[in-house]
């Protein structure tokens, strides 16, 4: 049983956050399929992180989840997948996703005043959406697809 994880700082710079945020990230996906209900508190001990969980893991729950990829693929308008097994592997459409985005902000800018209209309304964006769009923005090197793929 595991309470807390102790996550080094090597860099002294964002790369130890954004380290500690991902694997905060992946100890979240790992409590949510093994259906551990307990908080995650992230500290910054001056040397270190720590992940606290309010709740001990229990590792041989966690051992016995098979991998995924946490990290979908991400393709806009201009990516080339035709060299992308697409159904093989956990892909991000941000041109589908941007316009259900779009259509949910459209609805609930016609619907902003009326309080009881909930019955039609579409399925709320993917939060990842704005994400998405940035990363496919900065592809605009004409071979991107060999760069980023």
């Known amino acids: 049983m595991v309470k807390s994880l102790f996550v080094p700082k090597q860099f002294g710079t964002y790369a130890d956050t954004f380290l500690m945020l991902g694997l905060a990230q992946l100890t979240e996906a790992a409590l949510r399929e093994t259906d551990s209900k307990t908080e995650i508190v992230l500290k910054d001990a001056g040397t270190h992180y720590q992940l606290e969980l309010k709740v001990e893991a229990n590792l041989q729950a966690i051992s016995q989840l098979t991998y ?4 979908p693929v991400v393709f806009g308008q201009k990516t080339d997948i035709s060299k992308l097994p ?3 592997i956990t892909s991000f459409d941000v041109v589908k996703n941007s ?3 779009k259509r949910f902000r459209d609805y609930q800018f016609q619907n902003r005043k009326s309080k009881n209209a909930e019955d039609d309304a579409p399925d709320p964006p993917d939060p990842r959406t ?3 769009a940035i990363l496919t923005s900065m592809r605009h090197d004409r071979n991107h697809n060999d760069l980023w793929l």
């Open 130 to 132: 704005q994400n998405g």
């Open 99 to 101: 316009e259900q985005r």
């Open 86 to 88: 697409i159904q093989q």
């Open 68 to 71: 995924r990829d946490p990290f």
